[in-house]
């Protein structure tokens, strides 16, 4: 055994430690959603403001908004009821329906919430819109996506050990974000681990069903993205989150354990009438969408 070998390595070791202590502490607090502990060095005024700033980029290559300003208006009520009940009701929260065929949705930092004319078009029902919604919302007040920008910065060397957030400009946390990029591509706020999804599938059950909406809906909504990862093509979700047959199995579990009265329609409802009067039939009616997903 060489002692001086060991003796370096040692040393070497606390340097680590202790030049990443002011990391760890700069970026670790408890997440009210959550109640866990999370690395997390975006400040909600970072948040927001790379959200406002990268939001006009996503919503154009995606074809930009849908041509149907009622269904972006029913979206948009939906959601914003969705987020008042969260944690975080205070966030200057935007719902937005783009017009790409591709079967996806996702949340930018600070409230930025975009669901596809595609998925829309898979769903049949309110409750199921407030489950993708209410999933995404979860992201966004869980703060996974600062999260996950966090470890990409570190892992890539953007942050460095001392100085922190302080060094860290928007230009380049737009950069961590993927903005300049094209969409679907190295954007790390897409790629979410199995826990963050188990997170925000609970969340969004948590939202939906405190406006009265039958959790079981969000089990549908797997069920769809089930059976659309069977055809191929454009099925950019199921690159970015887990297998759906894990999230239905485990959100019938979290279901009948939190929401035993899931059964009475009358007090969660799913609102297929009113879905199928603001979204189904327009959207039957709209031009081809402008973004293929191909």
């Given at each position: 055994?060489?002692?001086?070998?060991?003796k370096r390595l040692e040393q070497t070791l606390l340097t680590l430690a202790l030049l990443t202590l002011p990391l760890a502490g700069a970026g670790c607090s408890t997440n009210p959603a959550t109640g866990q502990k999370q690395f997390n060095l975006l400040s909600q005024s970072q948040e927001v403001s790379l959200g406002s700033e990268a939001a006009p980029q996503f919503l154009k290559e995606y074809g930009?908004?849908?041509p149907s300003p009622g269904i972006r208006q029913y979206v948009s009520e939906v959601g914003l009821k969705l987020a008042k009940v969260s944690e975080r009701p205070s966030l200057p929260w935007e719902f937005h329906a783009v017009d790409s065929a591709q079967i996806n949705a996702f949340a930018l930092p600070g409230g930025k919430v975009f669901i596809t004319r595609g998925l829309l078009s898979k769903l049949d029902s309110e409750a199921?819109?407030?489950?993708?919604?209410?999933?995404?919302?979860?992201?966004?007040t869980a703060q996974h996506i600062g999260q996950q920008m966090s470890r990409a910065a570190v892992a890539s060397g953007v942050v460095q050990v001392i100085g922190v957030a302080a060094s860290v400009q928007d230009e380049t946390w737009l950069q961590v974000l993927g903005v300049g990029a094209q969409a679907g591509g190295g954007l790390y706020l897409l790629k979410f681990g199995r826990d963050q999804e188990t997170q925000s599938d609970e969340?969004?059950?948590r939202y939906m069903t405190t406006l009265g909406y039958n959790?079981?809906?969000?089990?549908?909504?797997m069920?769809?993205?089930?059976?659309a990862s069977g055809g191929g093509g454009g099925m950019e979700m199921l690159?970015?989150?887990?297998?759906?047959?894990?999230?239905?199995?485990?959100?019938?579990d979290h279901i009948r354990s939190k929401y035993p009265n899931f059964r009475d329609e009358?007090?969660?409802?799913?609102?297929?009438?009113?879905?199928q009067d603001a979204v189904l039939t327009p959207l039957a009616k709209l031009p081809p969408p402008k973004h293929t997903g191909q």
């Open positions: 055994m060489n002692l001086s070998r060991n930009g908004p849908i199921q819109l407030a489950g993708v919604l209410g999933h995404e919302i979860g992201h966004v969340l969004g059950v959790p079981m809906a969000q089990i549908q909504v069920r769809v993205l089930k059976e690159q970015t989150h887990p297998l759906p047959q894990t999230r239905i199995e485990h959100l019938r009358s007090q969660m409802a799913f609102r297929k009438q009113a879905y």
